[in-house]
């Protein structure tokens, strides 16, 4: 198979540890929702330790976090909105995962959807994490974005994401990536 007809495989990351997270849900339900040519995986972040900025060995669970990184066209997050920011969990892997080399996020492209019991979605907490990522080199998707607010009305007890709308939104936002890989990859060849 040629490069450009290569599917593109996406790494998806929740920033909630959370069993029955809404944003592990609806990074399941964006990985359905893909068009055709792209495919999700999803990385645990859940053995990551603290950074702590020792020379250490870098521990095992984020060598293997940025392995998949690295064998990745693209990153989708789903990050939880913690007073007004992302996890901390998530911020901790980002962390660790900005002192590998190659730093991984470095013109890597990178879409981010977020997930809240609140009505706002997360906004607050992507304006974040979109900063975050500038620092990081990354080519993150712009519009459309994803909140999902509410989120406990909008998947059944299976964890289905049920609400239309939001399956629509997420729909054009994954169509949206697909074109942003396929401009990146271009660029490359
Ligand atoms: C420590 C903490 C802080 C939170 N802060 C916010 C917040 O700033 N904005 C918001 O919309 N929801 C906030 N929430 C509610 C979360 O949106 C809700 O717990 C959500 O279900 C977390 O995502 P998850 O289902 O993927 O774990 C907070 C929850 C916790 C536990």
Redesign the pocket.
């Known amino acids: 198979m040629s490069t450009a007809s290569r599917p593109f495989h996406i790494l998806g990351i929740?920033g909630?540890l959370?069993r029955?997270?809404?944003?592990?849900m609806a990074l399941k339900a964006a990985g359905e929702l893909m068009p055709e040519g792209m495919q999700l995986s999803i990385a645990s972040i859940r053995d990551i330790p603290m950074f702590d900025g020792e020379p250490q060995d870098t521990p095992a669970s984020v060598k293997q976090l940025h392995a998949q990184m690295m064998a990745a066209d693209g990153v989708l997050f789903a990050s939880?909105?913690?007073?007004?920011t992302m996890s901390g969990a998530l911020k901790n892997a980002i962390d660790w995962l900005s002192r590998c080399e190659p730093q991984p996020f470095a013109g890597k492209a990178v879409a981010i959807l977020s997930?809240?019991?609140?009505p706002?979605g997360?906004a607050?907490s992507q304006n974040d994490l979109r900063k975050v990522m500038v620092a990081m080199e990354a080519y993150t998707f712009n519009r459309p974005e994803v909140f999902i607010g509410n989120?406990q009305g909008k998947f059944d007890a299976e964890g289905k994401l049920t609400d239309e709308a939001t399956r629509k939104i997420l729909t054009q936002q994954q169509a949206g990536f697909h074109k942003l890989l396929h401009t990146l990859r271009q660029g490359a060849a």
């Open positions: 929740c909630s959370r029955q997270s809404f944003n592990l939880p909105e913690y007073n007004w997930a809240t019991t609140g706002l997360g607050r989120a």
